[in-house]
């Protein structure tokens, strides 16, 4: 049996990026990983430009300008956003000009029609004289032509995807998506939404393996649900490793009289890396790889022994083989005594929030690896090396977010 720390160590060591890259366009980007930096075709804004609708003009021609003693100038041209083409400002004149409009040559400042007469005459009043260069956007100053828009292993959202389409980015290079498969073996479960026998329990494991790892932008290649049958294990297990980058499984790692998950990986030609680390829940998690580089992850039954596996060993391990460091834990503080394990490294779930500037931290009251309620209001996952005493209130804990939490 191995520690924690040194499991994280084998698997990082093992994984490598998939390869090669692929094009995709813009709209499939999203959840994707680049790579490639993706850099500005041009400057932005492309050219200076109105900010509000109003009149550009000389600012020396309306600088007097009150209420009490107008300036009055006339109305020379009247440029819309889009315009293709300006004429120069001519001198005592003014230009109607809308948001977004391109500023005539010899123009230096917009005033905004509201300190104005307003649209509606061939002469405006001017009211007042902002400062010069007021309500102007100039040429490259939010972006210059060649600056670094995205870099190389950021996960695309839709403010990348915005930022790449506003600079005429059809398409990037991208990480390979891993392909990954997934089982889960029990004789007792069945799917949501089938009919339930009094003894049978439904398959929280599958759903939450499926919609983790699709969250990580990886392609899930084929699902199971296994009864606890040597020959339907074999076969599903030999159909996902050839399909796939990646297997993770559920159920059937201990060593019980019909748990042959362990068996008939070895009978595959996976090479056992770790199985059993030192931990609570979880500790009979398995970890190989084939001879070709293909990487399985089998993880106990119980869906908070699973998912404390997922989160610690297969969605790190998804981020690296897509060239992305998993995310950083922190510290944070307490609220009451975590029930520290003696021989083995401790994961319960918890509820991170801000309170006088420093991160708090409430454990959830469910703590058995058979309740997955302990999911309910739990923002982040917790975790505490062997210790013989409970950590008191006040210690700080190590804490990594849920990879779905969006609020604190």
Same mark, same amino acid.
Request: hydrophobic share 45%.
């Given at each position: 049996m191995i520690t924690v720390e040194e499991a994280r160590q084998i698997i990082a060591a093992t994984v490598t990026p998939c390869a090669p890259a692929v094009a995709a366009p813009l709209r499939q980007l999203r959840g994707r990983v680049l790579a490639e930096e993706v850099r500005a075709g041009f400057a932005m804004p492309r050219?200076?430009?109105?900010?509000?609708?109003?009149?550009? +003009?000389?600012?020396?021609? @309306?600088?007097?300008? !009150?209420?009490?003693?107008?300036?009055?100038?006339? *109305?020379?041209q #009247? %440029?819309?956003?889009?315009? %293709? !083409?300006t004429e120069p400002l001519a001198a005592g004149t003014c230009c109607r000009i809308m948001t977004g409009a391109p500023l005539p040559e010899g123009a230096d400042t917009v005033v905004p029609f509201e300190q104005t007469s307003g649209f509606g005459s061939d002469a405006v009043e001017f009211y007042k004289a902002?400062?010069?260069?007021?309500? @102007?956007?100039?040429?490259? =100053? =939010?972006? *210059?032509?060649?600056?670094?828009?995205?870099?190389?292993?950021t996960r695309v959202t839709p403010s990348e995807i915005a930022l790449l389409a506003t600079f005429g980015v059809a398409s990037a290079l991208v990480r390979?998506?891993?392909?990954?498969? /997934?089982?889960t073996v029990g004789d007792e479960l069945r799917l949501p939404g089938q009919e339930i026998e009094p003894l049978a329990i439904y398959n929280s494991n599958l759903p939450l393996l499926e919609a983790s790892v699709e969250a990580t932008g990886a392609e899930i290649t084929?699902?199971?649900?296994?009864?606890?049958?040597?020959?339907?294990?074999?076969?599903? %297990?030999?159909?996902?490793?050839? #399909?796939?980058?990646m297997v993770i499984t559920a159920g059937g790692i201990s060593t019980g009289e019909f748990d042959f998950m362990h068996e008939e990986l070895q009978v595959l030609g996976v090479e056992q890396r770790f199985w059993k680390v030192a931990q609570k829940p979880g500790k009979p998690v398995y970890f190989g790889a084939t001879a070709a580089g293909k990487l399985v992850?089998? /993880?106990?039954?119980?869906? *908070?022994?699973?998912? +404390?596996?997922?989160? #610690?060993?297969?969605l790190p391990a998804l981020c690296r083989m897509q060239g992305v460091e998993p995310a950083r834990k922190f510290t944070a503080t307490l609220d009451e005594p975590f029930p520290a394990d003696r021989k083995r490294h401790r994961f319960l779930f918890g509820r991170l929030r801000v309170e006088a500037g420093a991160l708090r931290c409430?454990?959830?009251?469910?703590?058995? !690896?058979?309740?997955?309620?302990? /999911?309910?209001?739990?923002?982040? %996952? *917790? #975790?505490?090396?062997p210790?013989?005493?409970?950590?008191?209130?006040?210690?700080?804990?190590?804490?990594?977010?849920?990879?779905?939490t969006n609020d604190l």
């Open positions: 050219f200076t430009n109105a900010a509000m609708d109003g009149f550009a +003009v000389r600012h020396n021609e @309306i600088a007097g300008a !009150s209420d009490a003693a107008p300036v009055t100038l006339p *109305v020379s #009247e %440029l819309a956003a889009g315009a %293709l !083409s902002p400062a010069k260069g007021a309500n @102007i956007r100039h040429e490259g =100053e =939010e972006v *210059v032509a060649g600056a670094l828009l995205a870099a190389a292993g390979t998506q891993p392909r990954v498969a /997934l089982v084929q699902t199971h649900q296994l009864p606890d049958d040597r020959q339907a294990i074999h076969k599903a %297990l030999a159909s996902a490793i050839a #399909e796939s980058d992850f089998s /993880l106990p039954g119980n869906p *908070v022994s699973a998912l +404390v596996g997922l989160l #610690e060993y297969c409430k454990l959830s009251p469910q703590t058995e !690896s058979h309740m997955l309620t302990a /999911l309910s209001g739990a923002n982040c %996952l *917790v #975790e505490a090396p210790s013989p005493d409970a950590l008191p209130a006040g210690s700080l804990v190590t804490c990594a977010l849920l990879p779905w």
